[in-house]
């Protein structure tokens, strides 16, 4: 770099992030010399029996590494907005965050960018990577860019591709963007610094939504081709799981979490309904609304996650609905 506005050490960074994906790159930044003066994250929360204190990744991460870490409950809190002010920052950056209000974002001098997992305008949202994998994309991305009124409108600082293999499932995909996410944000970062930062607006008008996914979405629809059904399961592998309801030959129906899944080629014949179960061998298989899909890895209710092998030991599964 030349030219630069000033140090590294001289530029106060306030980090606003929550998970595993946004600690990737405070962990870049801080191990470049950058100087984080605070993190923001989620207030820690309370769960369970035992009324355990549940932390967020970048909160764990500041105690081990010593950062102020700022966890207000509201973002637009008179004595919240003065404490953040205080800290004199320069640059906010926002990973894997909640919305900020206009009064936090447009405060540092040199503007508050955000590290989003897709290749921008496409798939903005919260689940930009459940989303690409489960619309069967091939390639996405990550894009920096500094923040605006709209969610995920801003003008799109860098981007980067990321390729998408067939039997990718989210969880591959996250953890290849977290690693380039980091080395962007490190690029972007020093854009910024030495005042050689160029931007791009984003089309109008052109984008894909990524909505926030909940449980009644995961749920497969066995008319669906199985290629479709595939990518879904994919799309929401490991976490937080594709799943059906099963009904057993023994048993009353149940809720089945399904985590990958094969595609045979094998055409259903012709009165087979969706959702019928056949069971040859150690193997198992559904009907989608084209094919047989072969179910590999699955979890009952109240069980552990297991191979189709050793399900079948245990269960009798008829249907899938």
Known sequence: MTDMIMEKKDLRIVFFGTPEFAVESLDALVSHGFNVVATVTMPDKVAGRGHKVIQSDVKRYSDEHGLLCL?????????????????????????????????????????????????????????????????????????????????????????????????????DVHDRLMHLGARMVLSTVEHILDGTVETRPQPVGEFTPAPKIFKETCRIDWILPARCIHDFVRGLSPYPAAWTVMTDGRDKPSDLKIFTTRLTGRKVNAGTLPGTVSKEEKTLLVAAGDEWLEILELQPAGKRRMEAAAFLLGYDPVKMD
Not at 108 to 129: C, D, E, Q, V
Not at 152 to 168: F, K, V
């Open 71 to 171: 966890q207000p409950p509201k973002l637009k809190n008179p004595e919240w907005l003065e404490q953040l002010r205080s800290l004199r920052a320069d640059l906010f950056i926002v990973i894997a965050f909640r919305m900020l209000p206009e009064a936090v974002w447009a405060m540092p001098p040199l503007g508050t960018f955000n590290l989003h997992a897709s290749l921008l305008p496409k798939y903005r949202g919260a689940a930009p990577i459940n989303h690409a994998v489960m619309n069967g994309d091939t390639v996405t991305g990550v894009t920096t860019f500094f923040l605006q009124h709209e969610i995920d409108t801003g003008d799109i600082i860098e981007q980067r591709e990321c390729a998408i293999l067939p039997e990718d499932n989210v969880g």
